[in-house]
């Protein structure tokens, strides 16, 4: 298992953003059900966020009643309107009455697609969360940017994710100085422009693999 499949947030209280922190209490137990539009920079965890959110946004949610669209591989308007239209009016399993539809890389439909996505959002909103994702907001017509809560998830900084290394490296039996692991985090510019949680999982990954594979070879020649 990878550590990004292993330590991905499961809880909003796992979650290193305050900012996103603060966001996802605000939708738990669906008091708010406005649409939702992320955007951002590849690999600051749009959709990952999207489908914590998905699965912890009431108690008893579960599979059935969470829908992901790729929108970069379903573009057109007939696919927007049959799968929507289609898991929108399914019974919802869980005692809110309610359904997550996550459009990921909302960008990607065309502008009919888009304008279609506006009515089904009119007719649905009261029970179905629509959680958008998109790395061009500028992509995303006006009108439909009008009926979401705009939010921009920025990559977190080294520092921001310092917590949450530490906490993996201690699950895996591994310690190291902070100002190390600071400097592994650090690195390739990520001081300057943030890191993004692929890259973290993947520096974890790779560092505690290759203690390992040296404490093995160490004990080996002994």
């Known amino acids: ?16 953003n305050d900012q996103l922190r603060s966001l996802a209490t605000s939708y738990r137990d669906a008091k708010r059900m406005t649409p939702l539009l992320l955007h951002g920079l590849p690999g600051a965890g749009k959709t990952a966020f999207a489908q914590l959110l998905a699965s912890n946004v009431c108690g008893d949610i579960g599979s059935t009643d969470i829908q992901f669209i790729n929108c970069s591989s379903e573009t057109g308007i007939d ?28 960008d ?8 279609a996505l506006k009515g089904l ?34 990559k977190p900084m080294p520092e921001e994710l310092l917590p949450m290394a530490k906490h993996i ?9 902070d100002d190390i692991l600071l400097d592994l985090l650090s690195a390739d510019g990520a001081d300057r422009v ?14 505690v693999a290759g203690r390992r594979q040296r404490r093995g070879s160490v004990s080996h020649a002994a």
């Open 1 to 16: 298992m990878s550590f990004e499949e292993k330590y991905s947030p499961r809880t909003f209280a796992e979650l290193t």
């Open 79 to 106: 696919t927007t309107r049959k799968k929507i239209d289609d898991f929108a009016s399914c019974y919802r399993q869980n005692s809110r009455g309610i359904s997550v539809l996550i459009l990921d890389e909302a």
């Open 108 to 115: 990607g439909f065309t502008r009919n697609a888009q304008d």
């Open 121 to 154: 959002i009119d007719q649905y909103k009261a029970s179905v969360l629509f959680i958008l994702t998109t790395n061009h907001l500028d992509k995303i017509s006006d009108p439909l940017q009008d009926r979401c809560h705009v939010v921009h998830v920025e």
């Open 169 to 177: 490296l201690t699950d895996e039996g591994e310690t190291i100085p």
């Open 194 to 207: 943030g890191l993004s949680y692929r890259q973290l999982y993947r520096r974890l990954d790779n560092l």
